[in-house]
């Protein structure tokens, strides 16, 4: 107990674990309070045109549109076009025809929108003749939270590998390590002491992170917590393999960069490219694959897949924890001397 309190001193006091703690949070925090908010103004149309150059009627019939800024020069309609910060189409009076004009680096749609808007307006008898429907406007960010916020929750429970791989580098800088060359621990105790901190950081960040980004019923939740336990214990086991091979911080930081691009990279790739079959099995080696098809899972009520993954992770926090203690009995010496 001890031990387990100087290690939460320990990390109390490094402001990287602390930051590494409080980030999962706050974008969950942010992704929730995104998911509010309407975006959809950014995709309409923006036109610019002339003072006195189109006609009333012209004019109230582009307002259909989107919004419509007069300009007092040409100069100051082709600096609108050519700003990069907007999709403003430019729009001047060709006799009986309109003549758009674009900068060439808009989006696609908006590209397609100032290619169409001639033969539209030379129709517009025809367009408002016909039917219109007005379907329900969807939430923009609604497909890209499904993917985000496992991915935030992904990053909140595998962050115990941090902590634990900056506390034992920290500890080898210090020399503090060598006492615990010395302690009466078996390789089995000194493993669970060393991965508490960074399991226990790893969970609380996790369960703050699920209760904002996600609404479940308690069956699911609990599930969903059975997920996190099993992720935030291997990832903590993997922040001991990290500081037993890092001689340094910035290797050790260049170690825990290439474990959580994997962690965040191959899920997400998974979950865009749609793989399946043999290929998604391999991609299972990455303990944040079952630990993030699990939650999108729970999300869908698929209680079977969660279970599946559960399993998967079971076998990686033995599979992990059996290597580690191989590894450590080799090197941490037997208890106190005898006599």
């Not at 006091?13 to 930051?19: E, P, Q, V």
């Not at 007092?72 to 758009?100: C, F, M, W, Y």
């Not at 399946?276 to 209680?303: D, H, K, M, W, Y």
């Amino acid at each position: 107990m001890k031990g387990l309190k100087y290690q939460l001193k320990s990390v109390l006091r490094d402001k990287f674990c602390l930051m590494t703690f409080l980030l999962p949070i706050l974008a969950a925090a942010a992704l929730h309070f995104m998911g509010s908010i309407d975006l959809s103004s950014l995709g309409e149309l923006h036109f610019g045109i002339l003072k006195n150059d189109l006609t009333p009627q012209t004019v109230t019939w582009l307002t259909r549109y989107g919004p419509v800024t007069a300009y007092e020069t040409p100069e100051e309609l082709i600096d609108a076009i050519n700003e990069p910060s907007t999709n403003v189409i430019g729009v001047r009076s060709d006799g009986k025809r309109l003549q758009t004009a674009i900068a060439g680096d808009e989006l696609n749609i908006f590209q397609q929108a100032a290619a169409a808007l001639p033969n539209l307006y030379e129709r517009r008898a025809e367009a408002e003749q016909a039917e219109v429907l007005i379907w329900e406007r969807p939430d923009i960010l609604e497909n890209l939270q499904g993917i985000f916020l496992p991915a935030v929750l992904i990053a909140a429970m595998f962050m115990g590998c941090t902590f634990n791989a900056v506390n034992i580098i920290s500890e080898k800088e210090d020399g503090a390590a060598f006492v615990s060359e010395v302690l009466p621990l078996t390789p089995g105790q000194y493993i669970l002491q060393k991965a508490a901190v960074g399991f226990l950081f790893g969970s609380l960040s996790s369960v703050i992170t699920a209760s904002i980004c996600f609404r479940l019923s308690w069956q699911m939740f609990g599930m969903l917590l059975v997920l996190i336990i099993l992720s935030s214990f291997v990832a903590a086991l993997l922040g001991l393999f990290v500081g037993k091979f890092s001689d340094g911080l910035m290797i050790g930081v260049v170690y825990i960069k290439i474990i959580m691009l994997l962690f965040i990279a191959v899920p997400l790739m998974c979950a865009l490219l749609g793989v399946r079959g043999p290929l998604a099995a391999i991609c299972n080696i990455v303990p944040s694959q079952p630990a993030f098809e699990g939650i999108l899972a729970l999300s869908a009520g698929n209680t079977g897949t969660a279970l599946k993954d559960i399993g998967i992770l079971t076998i990686h926090g033995i599979a992990w924890f059996a290597l580690y203690v191989l590894l450590a009995g080799k090197q941490t010496p037997a208890g106190p001397p005898s006599g």
